[in-house]
């Protein structure tokens, strides 16, 4: 998706965008990850991938091995002074993978998920990626979400 495509979309205002921070200190990861682990929950009809906390160990030692440079960012979008949605950005030479991005059931529907897929293209396409993955499984609620942008599907699931 180029950003002419970006521009042409017009779905999603910027206006979250001041309220979206990358993760700079371990005490920020942990709100991350607190964060992370309430927006996927068991049975939630909107989250199949269901309760994650077995995955926060591998989140936690890839920010804390990749702190440093500027290929992998976390991000955190707010709600006041509460967060709301958790997210990752990598970004390798021309290619960006956009994962983990998932919002509080009790806020979704507010644009927040929309605001940081949006903040992380644009952040992407910044540092120079001219292709933008993401991937998702086939049917239901986050697939349609996706859909909503351009992107083309390669390979469904």
Sequence with gaps: MSNDEIDRCGKVSTEKFDQIHKIETSTDL????DTFSKCYVADDP???YGDQTYFLPVLRR???ANRDDDELGYFLIYDGGRPVG???LTVRENIAYLSGGGTLPDVRGQG???AMA???VQK???RGATEICLATEKGGFRTNFINAWDFDRVLPA
């Design 86 to 88: 958790a997210a990752c």
């Design 112 to 114: 927040f998920g929309k």
């Design 118 to 120: 949006y903040f992380r």
């Design 30 to 33: 942990e709100i991350w990850l």
């Design 46 to 48: 909107q989250g199949p």
């Design 62 to 64: 890839a920010w804390l």
């Design 124 to 126: 992407a396409i910044k």
